[in-house]
């Protein structure tokens, strides 16, 4: 496995559509050993996930993971998945306002409206179909991968610019109450 160079805003290749992947292709060797590198980069790098065009291959396919987050300690856990071709259908017009982060944004972060409850379908990594609904922090964290395979970055859906920060000055001002936050909206949506 391999660690692959992450984008950083400015170039092109963030805000590109992604391509879809088709079955025969998304099966190959060549594109399963690309999704262990991308897992094993979004993991070297402390990322919530990371999509394809996030490593300069914009195809439609974004990794999730959240296990004891050094960048996100506060974050509900959620287990690997593989997103192919993802479809996110808002199930609520309830919103949230996240506070988040970008391995593709270096050193911001920023609150961003998010839908609490999502209806996901995408296929997994070995072209199984995946039918699911995600409520919550949770939810954040799969609209903020899936808006990179649509070329949109957390910071163009920022409603009040006056909340970017770096990290160092959110620890300082502003982790405390979004912390308090969290726990709201875990004890609302369960994650
Ligand atoms: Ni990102």
């Not at 496995?1 to 879809?20: D, T």
């Not at 649509?150 to 405390?176: K, N, Q, Y």
Request: charged residues 30%; glycine residues 6%.
């Amino acid at each position: 496995m391999a660690l692959l160079k992450i984008a950083h805003i400015g170039h092109p290749v963030l805000r590109e559509r992604a391509r879809e992947v088709g079955l025969e292709e998304l099966r190959s060797p060549e594109m399963q050993r690309f999704i262990d590198d991308l897992v094993e980069t979004m993991r070297d790098a402390s990322g919530a996930g990371l999509a394809a065009n996030q490593v300069h291959r914009p195809v439609r396919i974004c990794a999730i993971e959240v296990e004891s987050n050094p960048r996100y300690p506060y974050k509900p856990r959620i287990p690997l998945t593989i997103l192919v071709n993802p479809v996110l259908e808002p199930l609520t017009d309830e919103t949230f306002d996240n506070f988040e982060g970008c391995l593709s944004v270096p050193n911001l972060r920023g609150l961003v409206p998010r839908h609490a409850r999502l209806r996901v379908r995408a296929l997994d990594r070995h072209g199984a179909p995946l039918d699911f609904e995600v409520a919550g922090i949770s939810a954040g964290t799969f609209q903020h991968e899936c808006d990179h395979l649509d070329g949109i970055l957390f910071v163009d859906r920022v409603r009040d610019t006056r909340s970017l920060c770096t990290w160092a000055e959110f620890d300082r001002f502003h982790r405390e109450r979004f912390v308090e936050r969290v726990r709201e909206i875990v004890a609302r949506y369960g994650s």
